[in-house]
């Protein structure tokens, strides 16, 4: 299936959504409780009338998604799951059909970060998986968290994050617990190719409206802003420098295992 680092399945929590709930893998059945209590909470907050994100909607409406359960937020054994998970979901994409798919990773704690906190873990995990990646950067996007065409990659395929966690400012990004959504990249361009893209994205900015009484300050189009700025939900300055930087693979450097 891949090559994985050594006890990177024992943190893997891989659910699959079926009509009536959430079916997991997890070596640990305090886990399998619990990615199962966090999964109905969060299609509650997502299919709720108000909720603005209609891809998200969309996801959990057609079951085209994956969910997995961590336990820290920006630490190694989180990082382990995750490449064990994300590489899974990868290899079961083609077999998912609908226009929206998603991998979705919740995690225990820390549950009361405020802003700035939370988006310093967000990075740190990001850069625990890269450091787990074996792929070449996706071609697609670029490596660099200050280019416009950005895109955060794993497994060769690039990904859009979004974050959620308790003290969001956007009633969009709050959730119980912190939560990093992993958008496939390439469903966005089909949505551009097919001119759905705009008519969707004016929607969603409506919902986010009358919502919360004005749209989010950072949402912008790829291509013309880093979007890296749009990861944690926080609202930036426009001197702000992204934390993570690609660099040599050196941050977990125990043995390899393949499977």
Avoid at 185 to 198: A, N, P, W
Wanted: hydrophobic share 35%; net charge neutral; charged share 20%.
């Amino acid at each position: 299936m891949g090559h994985y680092h050594v006890g990177a399945k024992y943190y893997s929590c891989y659910g699959t959504p079926q009509n009536a709930g959430l079916m997991v893998k997890s070596q640990d059945p305090r886990q399998i409780e619990k990615a199962k209590a966090l999964h109905e909470q969060l299609k509650k907050l997502i299919l709720s009338d108000s909720y603005s994100c209609l891809g998200a909607k969309s996801v959990f409406r057609n079951n085209t998604y994956r969910f997995g359960c961590y336990g820290n937020l920006g630490s190694k054994e989180a990082a382990l799951g995750l490449q064990y998970d994300l590489t899974s979901f990868l290899h079961e994409v083609k077999d998912v059909s609908g226009q929206f798919v998603s991998f979705v990773a919740a995690f225990s704690a820390p549950v009361a970060m405020e802003e700035m906190s939370f988006e310093e873990q967000l990075w740190k995990q990001l850069d625990y998986l890269h450091q787990l990646d074996h792929c070449p950067w996706d071609s697609s996007v670029s490596s660099n968290p200050e280019d416009a065409n950005f895109g955060f990659s794993f497994a060769g395929c690039a990904f859009f994050v979004v974050g959620l966690h308790q003290n969001s400012t956007r009633f969009a990004r709050q959730f119980k617990q912190p939560v990093l959504v992993f958008n496939i990249h390439s469903q966005f361009e089909l949505l551009r190719e097919t001119g759905k893209y705009d008519k969707m994205k004016q929607a969603i900015r409506l919902r986010d409206q009358a919502w919360q009484g004005f749209t989010n300050p950072m949402l912008s189009d790829f291509g013309l802003i880093s979007e890296a700025r749009q990861y944690s939900g926080r609202a930036v300055s426009e001197n702000w420098q992204c934390p993570f930087h690609v660099s040599k693979k050196d941050t977990i450097k125990e043995d390899i295992i393949q499977e």
